[in-house]
């Protein structure tokens, strides 16, 4: 289902699944443009100065922005879009959030290999903390799948949030450490800003990925522990609500 998820999103276009390799670096490139070459933005601390490091350094969190973002995005219409699964046939519909989240790693990985490639060409060298992605990452896929459970069960009964999600993603992306270093709001401000669910991995996907250093595994313990209950409450939602899918779709 994630292969068919895939290639359907493609299906048709002249470069096919070319997109998905085009995308991020077009991003890439034009982000960095913005923001290093108009607004003149510096990062500091361990990022060498110029518009490539500026990129890669802002590349690498809306790759974790995209991750969360295109589950939240599809998952209030995830049955609605499939109501042959909830009226014809016997289907496991809690499968279908698995499948959203499937096609985002794909394109999550097609663009960390684009990040990787620009790191290589940019310092020479791939620092082996990379190796620690998956573990600094696991924890945001289980947020990411309980509110995908969330919304998809939610969007059934309550269609206009299938029309706010929208807005709620992008004010996350600028409500977190993405466009901007977290060194430079004030303390309160840092707070407040790790109420933000992509905060710390953004933050820990930098320092593995791109500055070489480990990540703070006393942070990442505490996430992991609040991303386990958001994933079992989410689920518990979607199945307590799936009682009444047929009668409403």
């Avoid at 070459?37 to 890669?56: I, Q, T, Y």
């Avoid at 998809?152 to 709620?168: F, K, M, N, P, W």
């Avoid at 977290?182 to 500055?211: C, D, H, K, M, W």
Wanted: charged share 10%.
């Amino acid at each position: 289902m994630v292969r068919r998820d895939i290639s359907s999103r493609y299906r048709g276009s002249w470069l096919g699944l070319a997109w998905s390799v085009l995308n991020p670096v077009l991003m890439l490139l034009v982000y960095s443009f913005v923001f290093s070459v108009v607004f003149k933005a510096r990062w500091g601390g361990p990022v060498e100065d110029g518009h490539a490091a500026f990129g890669l350094v802002l590349f690498a969190g809306l790759i974790v922005h995209a991750l969360f973002s295109e589950v939240a995005n599809r998952a209030p219409r995830l049955i609605l879009d499939n109501v042959s699964y909830v009226k014809r046939v016997v289907f496991p519909l809690e499968v279908l959030p698995w499948v959203a989240l499937g096609s985002a790693l794909f394109h999550m990985g097609i663009s960390l290999v684009v990040l990787l490639a620009g790191q290589w060409l940019l310092t020479q060298s791939l620092p082996w903390t990379a190796l620690l992605l998956p573990v600094v990452v696991a924890p945001l896929l289980l947020v990411t799948l309980g509110c995908g459970w969330f919304l998809a069960a939610t969007g059934v009964y309550l269609r206009d949030i299938g029309q706010s999600i929208g807005l709620l993603t992008t004010v996350m992306l600028f409500l977190s450490p993405t466009f901007y270093p977290l060194s430079a709001l004030p303390e309160l401000g840092q707070t407040l800003l790790y109420l933000n669910p992509l905060t710390l991995v953004i933050e820990e996907s930098r320092r593995v990925l791109l500055f070489g250093q480990l990540p703070h595994w006393g942070g990442l313990l505490v996430y992991s522990v609040i991303s386990v209950m958001v994933a079992w409450g989410g689920f518990w939602w979607f199945q307590r609500a799936r009682r009444g899918f047929a009668d409403v779709v």
